[in-house]
Each structure stands twice: as structure tokens, then as C-alpha cells.
């Protein structure tokens, strides 16, 4: 039959069991062991705060801690295991948190105690130098795994980014007496901001739309293929009877009207309904331009204002005629009509743009907007440049918060007569 | 961080309503706050909620996410009629928040009320 260990000896065999320790002689360790003594910690009891210093370090006997940064917990440690080794070694504030989650047996171990016992033999030092050689060699591994995990991402998220790059338009199309230009800047790698400019092929008209899916990164920009794919398809194509038409043939004089509204409402009707549990949805302005005529017909789904910067200097916005788009699928929406002379400019732009904030948590704000456009609107590519411009210097130090998304066409004055 | 204060209050109307007041602002950091206080409701049986928004100064796109979670937790059948939620009303929401509501089209389904009493007696 086993002898049973006494306490010392209890201790010596939990001292020998920690990395930490395990190159010490066992004359040290029994000099550690007969100056320590086990503490029953209660459970949720904050044994160790991030960025107090310290100078214990403590071993788990019996019971569970979670090592946390607020509400984030990093690791779970069990019997056998340690922490705030560091604060025997150094007077650095500690990097993490360590509260009990259960009833906790733990040895504590004291700097100047950890000091005392390995004076008794100079080689301790030598091995404790080892310990925290290894500690580190396991440190460098581990992080270098985690580089490789996190590069894996990175090359993920850059092929979502490529891919959702090929969800807007490659380039504007070229139409005679209009000049086009965007501008698109995403606060993160991927980005649930969206315009499209596409010609409809049953007559004159262009498409332009502007969108912003709520919310940012992964999940808006998985929505806003969906939006931009919905919007553009039903646009472009409807059926009659069983045969595949260009939308809007059936019936010419109200063509605009009805691809607006068949385009919101089908896109609306199936993101409602189908994907209703993640209340995901996309504030949309839709335009229909008339090209010859510079008639345009438009539906606002709670999108910003569209500005038409007369050539006069007056300005119109194009306030909402419905809701957003993917939440009700009931919703009903108008269409209202603009018309743009020659010399005219309209801006559309996303939240991005008037809601950029700077350091001091200010708001770029539409005033903002109208003053770069009073400075610059001779061209639309050098126009949006100089809102682009505006607003990073504007933001200066402070973090892109928001996709910064901007479209504008100028109906062009005729040729030979003055701008 | 940023964080929100939900009371719960409750008061009878034709139906039972409970009343659930908010104050801070709701966004993408404190959102879940008020979608997990009124999941938690619901599943303990609450049927009519009136959000008296009167202490939001500021209410981002996650915050109508999450109205419109607790619109459809609430059994909200808007895809037949355009008619506004029975089981969902707002009160009382600040000039800043009415006008987000207003341009994202939400005023259209939901009835918003000024007095707690008009509220109450309209579910």
C-alpha cells in the first residue's frame, strides 16, 4: 500500500508537474514548497487584473480560471496549469485578466519567496533562464502559426474582394453629350456599398443605381451581390408568357415606370421574404435617363438625396419616394420624374460621404458637399475627385468609419456653345 | 463603450402592452442589447410592445434591424397588406430619430405616437 504524501510533499510533486519549474533541483523545490500554501479561491473571483502590476504567480491545484480582457476570454486553464509567471521575473503591469470560474484550489508563489528559494543553489537561475527560453521558442511557434492562420484570411478576403469588384460596373458606357464618373472606396477589404450604370437594350434609356446594404464587411457585402444581381437582371430582362423579352418591351410609352417599379418591387419582394430573419436591407436610388431628352425617371428607397447641380447654380434633391428595400415585402413605391438640361450635374453619393467623421467626431456633412460643388463642377471626373479630396482631408487621422460610394453624370452642354 | 439602458414597464390597454423604454444610443456596439431584452420578452409570452424611443438620440441601420427582428418575432404578418404592425408601435422618438425613420420608409409600417396613453389604447 501506497504511502500518503504529506502536504510538503503534495506541493513539491505540484511544483515539479509546472513547466515553469520542472529544471529545479528538488532541494529547491522543498525550500519553495515549506514557504507556500494552498488558497481556496470562491467561484468569480478576479485573481489577477489587466494592468495592475504584480508579483505572484500562481498554479491551478484543483478547479478552472478563464484568462480575459473584459468580456473576451482568451484561455481556459485547469489543474496543473499556470499563470503570472511574468510577474516573478519583472514589474510590468499584467496583459490579461484571470478570474475563477468554479471553486479554485491555487499555490501562490510570491517574487521574493521564488527569489529566496533559488539563492539556495546558484544553478536554479540557470534553469529557470531555460524555462523561459523555452516559454519563448513556444511563444514564437505558436505566433507563427497564427500568421500563417491569419494570412490564410487575408488571401480569402482578397479573393472576396476581386470577386465583389466584378459585381460594379468595369467601366462607365460611353454616350454622347453625357460625361459619367464614379468613385468607390471601401472601408474595409470587402464592402456593402454598390452603383451600377448599365444602357437598357429596349430603348434610350440608362440605368444608374446607387445603394448602400446596411451594416459592413462579410454579410453586406454577400447582400449586396444579391441586391446589385436582383436589380440589374430584372431591369434588363422579363418574361412574357414564357418567352425571355428585354423588360419594358411589352409596353414602350411607360417603359421607365414599369421596369423602376418591377426591378424594386421584385427585388424587394424576394429579399423580404426570403431572407427576412436576417433584417438585412439596402437603401437604393434607381434612375432611368433618358438620354436624348434628359427626362429621368427615379425611384428613392430611402437612399440620400440625389443633388441635380443646375447650370444656373440652383440645386434640386431628390428626396425619397419609398422605403428600403429587403424589409417589408408590401412596400410600395413611387416613381417620380426630373428633368436635366444641358449643363446640369447630379450627384449621388452614399452615407459615407456626408456622414465621415473627423477626429473630433464631427460630421462632414451636406454643407460641406454643396461648397466643394460650388468650387468644382466643370467636369464630373474632376468634380468627384474634389469631393473624394474634401473628405479625406477632412477626416484627417481619423478611420474611414463607412464605404465612400459616389456616382454623377453631366448632361453636357452643346457643342460650340459657351459652358 | 457605449451602452443602453432598457426599462420594461408594462400597461393595459385593450391588451396587455409592454412598454420598454430606451435610452443611448443604437447602434452596430449596443443593437443586440435591445434585440436580446425583447427576444427574451417574447419568449416569456409578451404579445404587444410599445418602444417609447424618447431617450434615443441616435439610431444607426442596426437599430431598425433590430425593430424590424422584434416586428417579426412579434408574428408581424406584413407581407399580405400594407397595413401597420398591431403588435409593434413606437413613441415619442427625438427629431433626429423620426427623421431616420422617415427616410428609411419605416413610418409606413409602423404607427408612431406621441402620447403614451393615445399608445397604449391604440394596440
Redesign the interface.
Known amino acids: 500500500m501506497e504511502t500518503p504524501l504529506t502536504p510538503t510533499e503534495y506541493t513539491i510533486a505540484t511544483l515539479r508537474k509546472c513547466v515553469f519549474l520542472n529544471g529545479l533541483e528538488d532541494s529547491v523545490l522543498a525550500v519553495l514548497a515549506s514557504k507556500i500554501e494552498p488558497l481556496l479561491m470562491e467561484a468569480g473571483k478576479t485573481i489577477v487584473t489587466k494592468g495592475e502590476t504584480g508579483s505572484t504567480m500562481f498554479i491551478i491545484i484543483a478547479g478552472v480560471a478563464k484568462v480575459h480582457d473584459g468580456e473576451v476570454t482568451l484561455a481556459t486553464l485547469k489543474s496543473g496549469d499556470v499563470f503570472g509567471e511574468i510577474a516573478l521575473l519583472d514589474s510590468e503591469v499584467r496583459s490579461a485578466s484571470v478570474t475563477t470560474t468554479c471553486e479554485s484550489l491555487l499555490l501562490c508563489i510570491h517574487r521574493d519567496v521564488f527569489y529566496e528559494a533559488l539563492s539556495t543553489n546558484p544553478s536554479a537561475f540557470k534553469a529557470v533562464i531555460r524555462s523561459v527560453l523555452q516559454g519563448k521558442r513556444g511563444l514564437i511557434n505558436e505566433i507563427k502559426a497564427r500568421s500563417l492562420r491569419l494570412l490564410s484570411y487575408q488571401k480569402e478576403m482578397e479573393i472576396g474582394r476581386r470577386i465583389q469588384t466584378d459585381f460594379l460596373p468595369k467601366s462607365v458606357p460611353d454616350l454622347e453629350g453625357w460625361e459619367i464618373a464614379s468613385c468607390f472606396e471601401a472601408a474595409r477589404e470587402v464592402a456593402g456599398d454598390f452603383y451600377d450604370v448599365f444602357k437598357l437594350t429596349s430603348s434610350s434609356h440608362l440605368a444608374f443605381v446607387i445603394g448602400d446594404v446596411c451594416d459592413k464587411g462579410v454579410g453586406a457585402a454577400l447582400f449586396m451581390t444579391l441586391f446589385r444581381s436582383l436589380i440589374r437582371a430584372s431591369s434588363l430582362y422579363g418574361c412574357i408568357g414564357s418567352t425571355l423579352v428585354d423588360a419594358g418591351s411589352e409596353n414602350a410609352d411607360d417603359s421607365a415606370n414599369g421596369v423602376l417599379l418591377n426591378s424594386i418591387n421584385m427585388t424587394n419582394r424576394y429579399i423580404a421574404t426570403t431572407h427576412a430573419d436576417s433584417s438585412m436591407f439596402a437603401s437604393v436610388f434607381f434612375g432611368l435617363l433618358d438620354t436624348e431628352t434628359g427626362e429621368l425617371s427615379y425611384v428613392n428607397a430611402g437612399h440620400e438625396a440625389p443633388i441635380i447641380f443646375r447650370k444656373s447654380g440652383e440645386t434640386e434633391y431628390l428626396a425619397v419616394t419609398g422605403g428600403v428595400v429587403g424589409l417589408f415585402p408590401a412596400a410600395n413605391y413611387k416613381v417620380e420624374t426630373a428633368t436635366l438640361n444641358k449643363g446640369d450635374l447630379i450627384f449621388t453619393y452614399s452615407d459615407g460621404v456626408n456622414e465621415a467623421k473627423n477626429t473630433d467626431g464631427q460630421q462632414f456633412g451636406e454643407a460641406r458637399i454643396l461648397k466643394v460643388a460650388t468650387q468644382q463642377i466643370d467636369d464630373v471626373e474632376s468634380f468627384l475627385c474634389s469631393m473624394r479630396d474634401a473628405v479625406r482631408s477632412f477626416r484627417g487621422e481619423a478611420d474611414q468609419s463607412d464605404d465612400i460610394t459616389m456616382l454623377a453624370l453631366k448632361y453636357l452642354p452643346s457643342a460650340g456653345l459657351a459652358d | 463603450m457605449s451602452t443602453l439602458n432598457i426599462m420594461v414597464g408594462s400597461a393595459q390597454g385593450s391588451v396587455s402592452v409592454t412598454v420598454l423604454r430606451v435610452e443611448g444610443d443604437i447602434d452596430?456596439a449596443t443593437h443586440k442589447i435591445l434585440q436580446d431584452k425583447s427576444s427574451e420578452l417574447i419568449d416569456a409570452g409578451t404579445t404587444h410592445i410599445l418602444l417609447d424611443l424618447g431617450g434615443v438620440n441616435y439610431m444607426g441601420?442596426?437599430g431598425?434591424?433590430?425593430i424590424?427582428?422584434m416586428a417579426?418575432m412579434l408574428g408581424d404578418d406584413?407581407?399580405?397588406?400594407?397595413a401597420k404592425s398591431e403588435y409593434l408601435k413606437l413613441l415619442n422618438p427625438t427629431d433626429a430619430v423620426a427623421r431616420v425613420i422617415?427616410?428609411?420608409?419605416?413610418d409606413?409600417?409602423l404607427d408612431i405616437y406621441q402620447d403614451r396613453e393615445e399608445a397604449i389604447n391604440s394596440f
Open positions: 452596430a441601420s442596426a431598425f434591424r433590430a424590424h427582428a417579426n406584413s407581407s399580405t397588406a400594407l422617415k427616410t428609411l420608409g419605416f409606413v409600417y
